[in-house]
């Protein structure tokens, strides 16, 4: 679980100056989320259990594409705002939290990613393409892409609002512990 969430301990003037603050860079930002997906990959490829009800998310083998260049893609061809990387990131932590530990593998992650990333554009971008390009740009079929989006609704038990405050925390703690340091 990331753990970023916490927004108790945020003055008024840190929520406001958060509420404010513009990321321009999406290469910047596309790095430091695939270096937080790595750091996530590497904590759940060491869990040995497996979460039956993500087990549609695995690939056959573990993708060749690595992290960031599939987040650059998904950036590039379905034009989605750099808000809804941030966005699948949140619905990817819910899962998290519901089982009680990192659900991310090498296996799962580029599936589980780009269907949060996708659903969150559908429901917060102005402008969205239909499923079937999603699936291209996911690089798998029509139908198993509305499967997993199918799956991922109903995890979610259909609670895809984010509150404001939750979205800005999140990227404030991305970009303080993963940009430009992600070590």
């Given amino acids: 679980m990331l753990n970023l969430d916490s927004t108790k301990e945020l003055t ?4 406001h100056e958060l509420y404010n603050q513009q990321i321009a860079d999406n290469k910047q930002m596309s790095s430091a989320l ?3 997906l ?3 990959c590497d904590e759940g490829d060491n869990d040995a259990n497996n979460i ?3 087990e549609s998310f695995n690939s056959p083998k573990v993708p060749s594409i690595s992290i960031y260049d599939y987040i650059c893609r998904i950036l590039k061809q379905a034009q989605c705002s750099q808000e809804c990387l941030i966005m699948g990131l949140i619905f990817m932590d819910k899962l998290s939290k519901k089982w009680g530990r990192i659900i991310v593998k090498s296996i799962n992650v580029h599936r589980l990613y780009v269907v949060a990333v996708m659903l969150s554009a559908k429901f917060y971008d102005d402008r969205f393409f239909q499923n079937s390009y999603y699936a291209k740009v996911a690089g798998i079929t029509h139908e198993e892409f509305n499967h997993l989006e199918r799956v991922l609704v109903f995890l979610l038990d259909f609670k895809l609002i984010i509150d404001p405050l939750l979205f800005f925390t999140y990227r404030q703690r991305i970009i303080t512990n993963y940009f430009d340091n992600p070590e």
């Fill in 12 to 15: 008024y003037e840190q929520q």
């Fill in 34 to 36: 695939a270096y937080l």
């Fill in 38 to 40: 790595m750091d996530l």
């Fill in 52 to 54: 039956q009800e993500l």
